[in-house]
């Protein structure tokens, strides 16, 4: 089975910064996108930023020029180096990644169990 685990989370001032961590494990052939999503209470899951495997990004309105993704291929992770935190940021983050199962095909859309981030003074 593939699983993703986040890390990073936590509680931080405005203006502050985090740094999310997401780690695919399992067996599997290779991975294809992966991104970051996030859910406020009564709201829908959205975007937040997204990666491609040749290193193409994606990014929402809302966090544009204040977040970063990144990814290690070798170490099948991903980033999301989070700056300028507003008040309007915290949510459950969750990763995802769409993981080629196996060389001749079947793909995988997979969810990590989310992280909390929390701004607030």
């Known amino acids: 089975q593939v699983q993703l685990v986040e890390s990073g989370g936590g509680l931080v001032q405005p203006g502050g910064s985090l740094r999310l961590s997401c780690a695919a494990s399992?067996?599997?052939?290779?991975?294809?996108?992966m991104g970051w999503y996030r859910q406020a209470p009564g709201k829908e899951r959205e975007l937040v930023a997204g990666i491609n495997s040749g290193g193409s990004t994606q990014y929402g309105d809302s966090v544009k020029g204040r977040f970063t993704i990144s990814r290690d291929n070798a170490k099948r992770m991903v980033y999301l180096q989070m700056n300028s935190l507003k008040p309007e940021d915290p949510a459950v983050y969750y990763c995802n990644a769409d993981i080629r199962r196996y060389s001749w095909g079947i793909r995988n859309d997979c969810w990590g169990q989310g992280t909390q981030v929390t701004v607030s003074s």
């Open positions: 399992g067996s599997f052939f290779s991975i294809n996108s």
